[in-house]
């Protein structure tokens, strides 16, 4: 194929959907996954009609350790290649850590740290030699902000998405390959229904925190484009990361254990 292929994951709804869109405006053809088979096919034949592109399904549970070499060997097996990989798929997991099960946990990291890691060490060599190559880690202004209780790994892996895109960023820039880190405050998207957390968000943000998943994949791929190994959207989650960075530790966890239970279920 001609055309260039953009592998986005968690592609079924909100950020991952919003960015398959704007990649295959720009040109690509797009390869989605995610687990819900039948919003996935909705999807791919939407962007087909409206872009004129391919759209290819790939039903995967990330959570499964075999997941990334299968959702490749898929796509191998279609004759395609990976250009650019949007690491999107994510997830909440509340409560305090001790009353969770490992199992869970185990599934959690496996989502957000090791699968991305796996895609990107996958496809970064196809990319390094044909000198080309789009990367972003989707991650979350948690990771650029002072940890709180309940929700207990999540800041944690969006901290290791940054710190990991950074150094990515920093072994590709001279090769073609854009490595960015995205990292979006409150989003509208399903992100806080999966978790159990949309009425307790609700009445603790104000609507001038939210964007919208358009406007946060945008920037993304604008990110990406321009190859800045972060982005923070939005003014106002710009100002927080940006205090953040000037607030003694002590400081900052004495204000998360005053702020945090308005966001975080422990």
């Not at 953009?6 to 690509?28: E, K, N, Q």
């Not at 950074?166 to 990292?183: D, I, P």
């Not at 104000?206 to 982005?231: F, I, K, M, S």
Request: proline share 6%; charged share 20%.
């Amino acid at each position: 194929m001609d055309r260039r292929l953009a592998l986005v994951t968690g592609a079924s709804a909100g950020i991952g959907a919003a960015f398959a869109r704007i990649l295959a405006s720009h040109g690509y053809d797009v390869a989605l996954t995610a687990r819900r088979t039948e919003r996935l096919e909705k999807l791919a034949e939407e962007i087909s009609l409206r872009y004129g592109v391919e759209a290819l399904t790939v039903a995967a549970d990330l959570a499964e350790p075999q997941a990334p070499g299968q959702i490749l060997d898929h796509l191998t097996a279609h004759g395609r290649t990976v250009d650019a990989l949007v690491n999107n798929a994510g997830y909440g997991l509340p409560g305090a850590y001790a009353d969770t099960r490992w199992e869970d946990q185990r599934a959690f990291i496996q989502v957000m740290m090791t699968a991305p890691a796996e895609l990107a060490h996958r496809v970064l060599p196809g990319m390094i030699h044909r000198r080309f190559g789009r990367i972003v880690n989707v991650a979350s202004l948690a990771g650029l902000v002072p940890p709180a209780a309940g929700h207990t790994l999540y800041g944690a892996t969006q901290a290791f998405l940054v710190r990991f895109s950074q150094s990515l960023h920093l072994e590709t820039q001279a090769l073609g390959v854009h490595v960015s880190a995205l990292c979006p405050g409150f989003t509208f998207s399903e992100f806080h229904d999966v978790n159990g957390t949309r009425a307790q968000i609700s009445r603790s943000t104000p609507p001038w925190l939210w964007l919208g998943a358009d406007e946060v994949a945008a920037a993304g791929y604008e990110a990406v484009e321009a190859n800045r190994p972060v982005c923070v959207p939005g003014a106002p989650n710009k100002a927080i990361a940006a205090v953040a960075k000037l607030i003694p530790d002590d400081w900052a966890l004495a204000l998360m254990a005053w702020q945090g239970p308005r966001f975080r279920k422990v």
